[in-house]
């Protein structure tokens, strides 16, 4: 089985849900790639200590894990700070932990990380060599889409790790994360298939489907196949630069 055909094969995820539905109302259905207007992500106004954007790595995942800045703190059961190689070409952020990441401390480790495995594994990345966040850092109640305050609690943590990384490009997954990080409200079809900059650093951003959304939505996977390409391309063309000089 080619490499491919492991990406296009892989399975799994958790459901994300509007917070305002009543429980009784919440069925598992495949995720929205619209996000809703209560959660439009341009309000980015970080509300933190002045030191985060000179932190380095213990002490800003040791803020992190203390943060009380927003009520998420409140029913988490960890912060989910971010893994993977802290020097690596390929940075990939996702919207906000599930439930197997409140419980394990890392992103993507549940049936989502299984899938992204697999996709990185099908363009010549270990999981091991590139490097994973969340725009938050904590579950939102009931695996609902994080509200505006709680991804500007969490806005400047995410900027001081996109600065220590130094990526050669980031991989934005899912709709919601690709209009964060570009400060915009495209919708993610009018976003993906193009090199955009990360307004705070000028590093390449690809956006890409959330790999919860392609595991319900087979025909789009061909086109999150030519996403991947075009964000390993630009990694190893830095790779490539920084081998020559």
């Given at each position: 089985m080619t490499a491919q055909q492991q990406y296009l094969n892989a399975m799994g995820?958790?459901?994300?849900?509007?917070?305002?539905?009543?429980v009784d109302a919440i069925i598992e259905t495949s995720p929205p790639e619209t996000v809703p207007s209560e959660v439009k992500p341009t309000v980015t106004i970080p509300v933190v200590a002045d030191d985060v954007g000179i932190m380095e790595w213990d002490r800003l995942r040791s803020t992190v894990a203390s943060c009380e800045l927003c009520s998420l703190h409140t029913t988490r059961t960890q912060t989910v700070f971010g893994t993977g190689d802290q020097q690596a070409q390929l940075m990939i952020v996702g919207d906000a932990p599930g439930v197997d990441e409140d419980r394990q401390g890392d992103p993507f480790v549940g049936r989502a990380g299984q899938l992204l495995n697999e996709m990185l594994h099908a363009i010549g990345f270990k999981r091991e060599q590139v490097y994973i966040a969340n725009i938050i850092k904590c579950r939102p109640p009931n695996s609902t889409a994080p509200q505006a305050s709680e991804i500007s609690s969490c806005h400047a943590y995410l900027q001081r790790q996109i600065a220590l990384v130094q990526p050669a490009v980031i991989l934005a997954a899912g709709?919601?994360?690709?209009q964060y990080l570009l400060k915009c409200d495209e919708t993610l079809a009018d976003l993906r298939?193009?090199?955009?900059?990360?307004?705070?650093?000028?590093?390449?951003?690809?956006?890409?489907?959330?790999?919860?959304?392609?595991?319900?939505?087979?025909?789009?996977?061909?086109n999150a196949w030519h996403d991947l390409l075009m964000a390993r391309t630009i990694a190893s063309e830095k790779i490539k630069h920084d081998v020559t000089g």
């Open positions: 995820i958790d459901v994300w849900q509007r917070r305002d539905l009543p709709e919601l994360t690709a298939g193009k090199e955009h900059r990360y307004p705070e650093s000028d590093v390449p951003v690809i956006a890409t489907y959330h790999p919860a959304f392609l595991l319900n939505a087979s025909a789009e996977k061909r």
